[in-house]
């Protein structure tokens, strides 16, 4: 099963641990694709953050965010740490990698993608530094991130898959940076949270966004320390249902499917 998240907006400091190795990462067919990236990042944040409106502009910043673009300017020489002690939010929180059982944190380690206009994907216990940059972007060079990405993923993220289940939990931004395709989309399932409440007597239905990424976070959780390895889309609805959820299938995108997981209380 290979699990793919969404990074964070806000992100945890790097610490102090040794800086960053683009070839420790996971993936390391997207090193060349990193380094542009990188270095282009890199040299649009140099030099006085408070002067340096280009920057700020390109990164959709405001004000009160120009210490951002200091934190970019060092990324080569940055303090490092795992990508999930990195990513922060509602997601990660009701994941909790740092709570998950020994076994349950080896499976994370090897199923779990955390998808990144920088890095273009990584594990999370690759090390990375504390960074600020949207999959939304559009660099002066690279141009928009989403796209920039779609060859370098397309290239390596088939492999990755290994024949078994995809569960793309992306938001919009990052699932613009790689379609699954054929049988990889036949083995991908997606996943939309809806709150049911009774009005009146008749069952109403709505899109939550706050606790969709908080149920997102305890369904991956739920599946880690389950030790669960569903082969498809219908084995997963089966598997979710077994672990308490209401679980309701239906055709997805471009050859997925979709889970709509119905909740009652947030």
């Known amino acids: 099963?290979?699990?793919?998240?969404?990074?964070?907006?806000?992100?945890?400091?790097?610490?102090?641990?040794?800086?960053?190795?683009?070839?420790?990462?996971?993936?390391?067919?997207?090193?060349?694709?990193?380094?542009?990236?990188?270095?282009?990042?890199?040299?649009?944040?140099?030099?006085?953050?408070?002067?340096?409106?280009?920057?700020r502009e390109v990164l959709g910043l405001s004000e009160g965010l120009r210490g951002e673009l200091a934190k970019n300017a060092q990324l080569r020489t940055a303090p490092a740490r795992p990508?999930?002690?990195?990513?922060?939010?509602?997601?990660?929180?009701?994941?909790?990698?740092?709570?998950?059982?020994?076994?349950?944190?080896?499976?994370?380690?090897?199923?779990?993608?955390?998808f990144s206009a920088l890095w273009g994907a990584v594990g999370v216990e690759d090390r990375i530094p504390s960074y600020r940059l949207s999959g939304g972007v559009k660099l002066p060079g690279a141009g928009p991130l989403g796209a920039y990405w779609r060859g370098p993923l397309e290239s390596v993220l088939p492999q990755a898959a290994d024949g078994g289940?995809?569960?793309?939990?992306?938001?919009?931004?990052?699932?613009?940076?790689?379609?699954?395709?054929?049988?990889?989309?036949?083995?991908?399932?997606?996943?939309?949270?809806?709150?049911?409440?009774?009005?009146?007597?008749?069952?109403?239905?709505?899109?939550?966004?706050?606790f969709n990424k908080a149920t997102k976070g305890r369904v991956v959780r739920a599946l880690l320390e389950a030790g669960a390895e569903p082969s498809g889309p219908g084995e997963l609805a089966?598997?979710?249902?077994?672990?308490?959820?209401?679980?309701?299938?239906?055709?997805?995108?471009?050859?997925?499917?979709?889970?709509d997981i119905v909740v009652r209380d947030l």
């Open 165 to 210: 289940l995809v569960l793309d939990l992306r938001s919009s931004a990052y699932a613009a940076m790689w379609k699954p395709k054929g049988g990889v989309a036949a083995r991908t399932a997606t996943v939309r949270v809806l709150q049911a409440k009774t009005v009146d007597g008749v069952e109403k239905r709505t899109v939550v966004s706050h």
């Open 238 to 259: 089966d598997v979710l249902r077994e672990l308490g959820w209401t679980v309701e299938s239906g055709p997805g995108k471009s050859g997925t499917t979709g889970l």
């Open 1 to 55: 099963m290979l699990v793919l998240l969404p990074p964070s907006e806000g992100k945890a400091e790097g610490g102090q641990g040794r800086p960053l190795d683009l070839g420790t990462l996971s993936l390391p067919g997207l090193t060349g694709a990193r380094e542009r990236v990188l270095d282009e990042l890199v040299e649009l944040c140099a030099g006085d953050p408070l002067h340096n409106e280009k920057a």
């Open 83 to 114: 990508a999930g002690e990195i990513y922060t939010g509602v997601l990660y929180d009701a994941l909790g990698l740092a709570t998950l059982s020994p076994a349950a944190r080896k499976r994370a380690a090897r199923s779990l993608l955390v």
